[in-house]
């Protein structure tokens, strides 16, 4: 078994075997797929695959499923036409996540499930920033953008612990099934896929059911 993982080995390994326990869930939807190397990651057991994004930002390998060019909130999917949805790092880019989940609850079969991912608010550094005082929220990812306010890419509006993340999802009519807490270590190093379920997680990931 593997010891030691870097921060992307330790997301998809855990995304594969979300993917592999929910393989009888054949219509997949990637929700704000960016560059679709996760939706990839869904696209076995003989899935039909969809993505949908704002801009197409796929690169030259991940063009082999269906592609929807539109808006998360304004877009042509019908209701209740997707067994599993992704959506990875969204919700922390919102001012109003309870309409992400409203939309995802929209689009979601009966009893679909929801795989939703978010950074940990109080992952190692981000927790230190945090008591130190030198983050609030909102707050930019990067200093070169600081100017981009309405742009929502560049910016995180709240982020969220385990807890604060549960009771979310639950007040918007989903059942948190399980929430994965990920990667121990540097992001641009390597460290533990998961340690005892402690704080200081860097991802969260989350299996949602949908409720009526």
């Not at 060019?69 to 996540?97: G, M, R, T, Y």
């Not at 005892?196 to 409720?211: D, E, R, S, T």
Request: proline share 2%; net charge positive; aromatic share 14%.
């Amino acid at each position: 078994m593997k010891f030691l993982y870097s921060h992307k080995e330790a997301i998809d390994t855990i995304l594969r075997g979300i993917s592999f326990k929910y393989k009888n869930s054949k219509e997949f939807l990637d929700l704000g797929c960016g560059d679709g190397n996760r939706t990839n990651i869904f696209n076995e057991y003989g899935r039909v695959v969809a993505g949908l994004d704002y801009n197409d930002y796929r690169t030259s390998k991940n063009r082999n499923f269906v592609f929807f060019k539109e808006d998360i909130f304004n877009n042509s999917l019908k209701s209740a036409s997707f067994d599993i949805v992704l959506n990875f790092d969204v919700i922390e880019h919102l001012a109003q996540p309870g309409n992400l989940l409203k939309e995802m609850h929209r689009i979601l079969r009966k009893d679909g499930i929801c795989v939703l991912s978010t950074p940990n608010k109080y992952r190692f550094f981000g927790a230190l920033l945090i008591v130190l005082g030198l983050r609030k929220f909102p707050y930019c990812l990067n200093s070169k953008f600081v100017n981009s306010k309405n742009n929502p890419d560049y910016w995180h509006q709240r982020e969220y612990t385990a807890s604060e993340l549960r009771k979310l999802v639950e007040k918007n009519n989903f059942k948190a099934v399980k929430i994965f807490k990920v990667f121990y270590g540097v992001t641009s190093s390597s460290g533990l896929l998961s340690l005892f379920g402690a704080p200081f997680c860097h991802n969260l990931i989350c299996v949602l059911k949908k409720c009526d």
